[in-house]
T-cell receptor
């Protein structure tokens, strides 16, 4: 158990809908990262928050947004969903800001299926 | 930009066989290098890391040596077990705070 929790585990929805994925980082970790894992694109970094502020953006679509709240939990919002958004979405956390320095701890993921 | 290339899987081995999963990278300077492992149905977890050239990372019988001459960070284990069946990802920090992963190599170990 990494200490990172993600809800829900599974999500099935229809095209055009909007969903929210939730992540609670390990106790004491200030950075939260979101990743998308799909068969065709592999594991892709989406976005990072550190202590409530956006710190880095990766391959995140404009239809997707995220935020980190004062209690450090984070939410990833996916809107106008398309079939191609079906994937595993992972949240990870770390103590510091830089991904290059320390270990990231991954949650178990949310499997999103868009029908 | 920074990138990681891993050998394609799946790799199928018998228990107690020797394992090598190749990883090469392209990066500016000498970043830290990581191997992450993803067991079935779980998130990724750090397996080992090396923070500078010639460092050897090791954990759970796995080893990888940071070779700047060949820009490689190959993962090895002398004797694999069925419980090692998983997907292995080589990774490095990319531009800014981005962590760049290889495509992953699936390992299946059979009795």
């Amino acid at each position: 158990d990494s200490g990172v929790t993600q809800t829900p585990k599974h999500l099935i929805t229809a095209t055009g809908q909007r969903v929210t994925l939730r992540c609670s980082p390990r106790s004491g970790d200030l950075s939260v990262y979101w990743y998308q894992q799909s068969l065709d694109q592999g594991l892709q970094f989406l976005i990072q928050y550190y202590n409530g502020e956006e710190r880095a953006k990766g391959n995140i679509l404009e239809r997707f947004s995220a935020q980190q709240f004062p209690d450090l939990h984070s939410e990833l919002n996916l809107s106008s969903l398309e079939l191609g958004d079906s994937a595993l979405y992972f949240c990870a956390s770390s103590v510091g800001v830089s991904q290059g320095e320390g270990e990231q701890f991954f949650g178990p993921g949310t499997r999103l299926t868009v029908l | 930009g920074d990138s990681v290339t891993q050998m394609e899987g799946p790799v199928t081995l018998s228990e107690e066989a020797f394992l090598t999963i190749n990883c090469t990278y392209t990066a500016t300077g000498y970043p830290s290098l990581f191997w992450y492992v993803q067991y079935p149905g779980e998130g990724l977890q750090l397996l080992l890391k090396a923070t500078k050239a010639d460092d050897k990372g090791s954990n759970k019988g796995f080893e990888a040596t940071y070779r700047k001459e060949t820009t490689s960070f190959h993962l090895e284990k002398g004797s694999v077990q069925v419980s090692d069946s998983a997907v292995y990802f080589c990774a490095l920090p990319g531009g800014g705070n981005k962590l760049t992963f290889g495509t992953g190599t699936q390992l299946k170990v059979e009795l």
